[in-house]
């Protein structure tokens, strides 16, 4: 199921102006790789790239490769929606949609895409929460509205919404950012859990939830403001975090930036 | 002494103006009440002794006398500041009270005059063979009027200008839509004599006979303007996020504003269309135009002349008499009846279908 994600000159832009310039890297398989870098700098910018939201946003352009198990995805022909269906994503804030139940939400991804048995739906309901170690806080009301649930429980709905239509690769945009440490904590082990099944993309401005979840770390950085955002480096999330290879990734860490 | 008093206090430098304490003189809760029953004795009492027979000119001394008292009584009581803060909540108040008045004598005028002749009868029987003067006849011809043509207008521009407004809000971009929206803009000020001059022309170029549809046209286009613009400001209040989210599980465009974007908006959407549809209840000029009017009971919109409510109590009120004055009025507060029911309709369906946030 996991797959690699191979990026190699990749450039995104907002019209005229270039977010994020040249980046090349490698995802592996099974693995949680964490972005990490000053606000601006992209991370978010490139994670949207790796399944082509970015495009939703107006004037939202890209350039270069990105390689899902040796199928490009910006390749000639490629559906943005099919890309989607395999490369699922979680947001900054919880998102369930207000107008659903909390069992809708998990089954909306697969409702409204047409592709599913309805034998089968009760079941990949309950196996999506229970992955999202959510089911026992709601298996009894499944029937009210997803909205009416305490912020780290949208997270992991939405973490479970994700993962019902069974993508290959999760991406998640700083999921933690809005919840309080017990919410976070749940989350994290939720990703380790996640990560034997799934290729795992996590952008966050934690520090120490980038060295506590990853494998693999990289470190993104802009020369000033209104310049393109650069990939410094990426490595093992052990080295960066103990001997990384470039000065400005030890000061980034070590609290000495700019 | 106080000589000697000011020798004494020179040593010590004199101590900055006291720091005045959190509580001060204040007037009771009920003094705007009390500002407001004088302020209505002055002004009344000022409107006898000069002899003037307006009560509007009584009512709008008052208000100004309400004012002033307001002010200066609080700014020699309190402070300065609590003075401005009276007159300002004063000032809301007057100009909510001038804005009311109207409405409410509207309101009763309608009630009480319309209630005499509304009942049963009137709602059920035509003025057909019914002559001026008597009082028989009802109204029944022209609701059926009224129904048919603002239900085919409905029809016609609630789904055009639904998705006139997705278009606007998911799609357009460019040139395209900076010229749709400028004439929506543009079509929002057409007034309504010029909407029913329009099919008029095309009517008379087509060879068409006047008729319910024709009127429901020129209403729509009075109709589709309002509809974009409400359910356009109800599309752009959905989260973005709530777009992405759906985008981000492979759902296609089109399935997300149908499944997620729509049903989170169908509440104040629902709500644009039925003031919509007030709007336009009340048009008499395209109806006067299109529909001709008509004595009798037509329920066929498609062909031969109707009548509406509008045009009912234009009708009436032309002709003059005791019992068709009483009939405009018992018409007129069908029509507006008829427009409050819709309205409480469209909360209810906003209510009904508005998110919950329940637990």
Redesign the interface.
């Known amino acids: 199921m996991a797959k690699r994600i191979d990026v190699s000159g990749l450039s995104a832009y907002y019209g005229s102006h270039k977010a994020i310039d040249d980046i090349s890297m490698t995802v592996e398989p099974r693995s949680v790789t964490a972005f990490i870098g000053p606000s601006g700098c992209g991370k978010s910018t490139f994670l949207r790239t790796l399944?082509r939201?970015h495009e939703?946003t107006?004037g939202g352009r890209v350039e270069g490769k990105v390689l899902l198990d040796d199928e490009n995805l910006y390749g000639a022909g490629v559906d943005p929606?099919?890309?989607?269906?395999?490369v699922?994503?979680v947001?900054q804030?919880p998102?369930?949609?207000?107008?659903m139940s909390i069992f809708d939400n998990v089954a909306?991804?697969l409702r409204?895409?047409g592709s599913y048995r309805k034998s089968a739906l009760n079941d990949i309901v309950e196996k999506s929460l229970r992955g999202a170690n959510l089911w026992n806080e709601v298996k009894d009301?499944l029937n009210?509205?997803g909205?009416?649930?305490s912020g780290g429980q949208q997270q992991r709905l939405?973490i479970a919404?994700?993962i019902a239509?069974e993508p290959d690769v999760l991406l998640m945009d700083e999921p933690c950012s809005a919840l309080d440490p017990i919410s976070t904590l749940a989350i994290e082990d939720l990703v380790g859990e996640l990560k034997e099944r799934f290729t795992i993309v996590i952008v966050t401005h934690n520090m120490q939830q980038a060295a506590r979840v990853s494998d693999r770390t990289a470190f993104f950085n802009l020369a000033a403001v209104g310049k393109p955002g650069k990939l410094i480096e990426i490595d093992e999330t052990e080295r960066i975090f103990s001997n990384p290879s470039v000065q400005a990734t030890e000061d980034y860490i070590s609290g000495r930036f700019g | 002494m106080s000589h000697a008093t000011t020798v004494r206090d020179i040593p010590t430098p004199a101590p900055a103006a006291p720091k005045p304490g959190l509580s001060s003189r204040s007037l009771p809760r009920l003094a705007p009440l009390g500002f407001a029953v004088a302020a209505i004795v002055l002004g009344v009492g000022l409107g006898l002794a000069a002899g003037w027979q307006s009560r509007v000119q009584w009512g709008l001394i008052s208000a100004l006398f309400f004012l002033v008292i307001s002010y200066v009584t609080t700014s020699v009581v309190e402070n300065r500041r609590q003075a401005r803060d009276r007159l300002a909540t004063s000032l809301v108040w007057v100009c909510f009270l001038l804005a009311v008045v109207p409405l409410a004598s509207l309101l009763w005028t309608t009630v009480s005059r319309g209630s005499e002749r509304l009942d049963g009868y009137f709602l059920t029987h035509s003025m057909a063979g019914v002559l001026g003067p008597e009082a028989s006849g009802g109204v029944y011809h022209a609701l059926i009027g009224t129904l048919e043509q603002v239900g085919i207008a409905t029809l016609i521009s609630a789904p055009l200008g639904l998705l006139t407004a997705v278009y606007l809000v998911e799609y357009g971009?460019g040139a395209l839509a900076r010229a749709v929206t400028f004439f929506v803009d543009v079509m929002t000020g057409i007034p309504s004599i010029v909407a029913g001059l329009f099919i008029l022309s095309i009517m008379l170029i087509a060879g068409l006979e006047p008729s319910g549809l024709m009127g429901a046209l020129a209403l729509s286009i009075l109709m589709i303007p309002v509809v974009v613009r409400s359910t356009e400001e109800m599309l752009k209040l959905v989260?973005n996020?709530?777009?992405?989210?759906?985008?981000?599980?492979?759902?296609?465009k089109w399935?997300?504003i149908l499944?997620?974007v729509l049903?989170?908006a169908i509440g104040g959407i629902a709500t644009g269309v039925m003031l919509a549809v007030a709007r336009i209840a009340g048009e008499t000029a395209p109806i006067i135009l299109l529909v001709f009017g008509s004595q009798l009971i037509n329920t066929n919109p498609f062909e031969g002349a109707q009548s509406s409510l509008p045009f009912y109590i234009y009708e009436q009120y032309k002709i003059g008499e005791a019992a068709s004055y009483d009939r405009a009025w018992a018409a007129a507060l069908v029509l507006i009846a008829f427009v409050m029911i819709l309205n409480l309709v469209a909360r209810g369906i906003a209510r009904w279908k508005a998110?919950?946030?329940?637990?």
Do not use: D, H, Q, Y
């Open positions: 399944n939201m939703v107006p929606v099919a890309v989607r269906r395999t699922g994503m947001f804030r998102n369930p949609f207000p107008t909306a991804g409204l895409n009301r009210k509205p909205s009416g649930l939405c919404r994700a239509v | 971009k989260p996020e709530l777009r992405e989210a759906s985008l981000a599980l492979g759902i296609p399935r997300t499944k997620v049903p989170t998110p919950k946030a329940g637990r």
